[in-house]
């Protein structure tokens, strides 16, 4: 989830509480006017305006972006506190209807079920039978109390209702951190899977021996940019035959081979730039794809990749006269893959067919 995302649940939320607060003023001016407030109406006047103020500045808190510089982003604690001071000093006003307000003490204590730690929740509880038990301990000691007997009754429901709140919070936090760990764990999962894929993906688009793309990855990938190619635009393809290969597999064995693929693999990696496709097109053969690219820098370019495999030397063996051949064409709008692969290869044959250890393009008069 984002940090906006965040934020805007936690302004909800606490509008949310805001909410809760205006209900709780209307009923004190409820309770005001069937005269089971003990208190002035000036007393409650202010209360009332605390509270709005209270409201007020955790707004600006949350609308400014404040609270993210407290360790809780979400103030619960803070709001707790001052909901069960203001209920506090609500219910004190109250003659025997306190009973029915102690319902907010419960709505304070539940806001607080999903953010605040466990011990924080436990004593938020602690503190609300306090204050209730306290008040009344107070009233009594003064004989203010109308009715001790339901004074008792109150307090004693209070710590019922006050402990299986504290249970089921800890079993909801055990469950949420149960849950979290799941989560993570599946996440951790669904992580290695995809590395797994990714694997997969590479091992199914690469030849094994040489590291390039393989065949049909070279395919998929060049029939892509040619849907994708724009007007105007030309792409460079090229089939390149190692030369007398058969030869060097006949001499030194098929080891020397591999060998001679793997380095012609690694020069020709390194004489392509960023977004330049090579892949092994079977055997000693390859194919080059070069995006976005005239007549001139292809043919630069084979010309490039020839001369840097003549001088590759191999370790261990005594292979000579390594080189290549390459048959050039251009891919332009409209035009079909399998057709380009075929021009390719007759230019590729035509280098053969003049002498190897060249480049020729199907963009040549073949009979100049």
């Known amino acids: 989830m984002t940090h906006n995302a965040i934020q805007s649940l936690l302004l909800k939320r606490f509008i949310l509480a805001t909410g809760t607060y205006a209900l709780a003023i209307l009923l004190l001016w409820l309770a005001i006017f069937t005269g089971h407030f003990q208190g002035s ?18 707004f600006a808190i ?73 008040l009344n301990l107070w009233e009594g000691y003064h004989f203010q109390l109308a009715d001790p007997g339901l004074a008792v009754l109150q307090v004693c429901v209070l710590f019922i209702v006050l402990v299986w709140l504290a249970l089921y919070a800890s079993y909801v936090q055990a469950s949420r951190l149960r849950m979290r760990q799941r989560r993570f764990a599946l996440q951790a999962h669904q992580d290695t899977l995809r590395g797994m894929m990714r694997q997969l993906e590479d091992l199914v688009a690469t030849d094994e021996l040489t590291g390039l793309f393989n065949r049909r990855h070279f395919l998929r990938l060049a029939s892509r940019e040619l849907q994708s190619l724009d007007a105007g635009v030309v792409h460079g393809l090229a089939l390149i035959d190692l030369d007398h290969f058969k030869r060097i597999n006949d001499v030194h064995g098929h080891a020397a081979g591999d060998q001679v693929l793997q380095a012609f693999a690694g020069v020709a990696s390194a004489c392509l730039r960023e977004g330049d496709v090579l892949a092994r097109y079977g055997g000693e053969e390859f194919v080059l794809l070069l995006p976005d690219c005239d007549a001139e820098r292809l043919t630069a370019c084979c010309e490039r990749l020839r001369l840097a495999f003549v001088d590759v030397e191999l370790i261990g063996l005594r292979v000579r006269d390594l080189s290549l051949s390459a048959g050039m064409t251009l891919l332009s709008e409209g035009d079909d893959l399998d057709h380009a692969l075929h021009r390719a290869d007759q230019a590729l044959y035509r280098a053969k067919r003049d002498g190897r250890n060249r480049c020729a393009a199907a963009w040549e008069n073949v009979d100049a």
């Open 41 to 58: 109406v000036s007393s409650a006047m202010v209360g009332t305006a605390l509270v709005m103020l209270s409201q007020s500045v955790l």
């Open 62 to 134: 949350f609308f400014t972006g404040c609270n993210l510089r407290f360790a809780d982003p979400s103030l619960t604690q803070l709001q707790v506190l001052l909901g069960i001071g203001w209920q506090t000093w609500l219910i004190a006003h109250l003659d025997s209807a306190r009973g029915a307000f102690l319902v907010f003490y419960v709505l304070i204590l539940l806001f607080g079920l999903f953010h605040l730690p466990r011990r924080a929740f436990i004593r938020s509880a602690a503190l609300v039978l306090f204050s209730f038990a306290a």
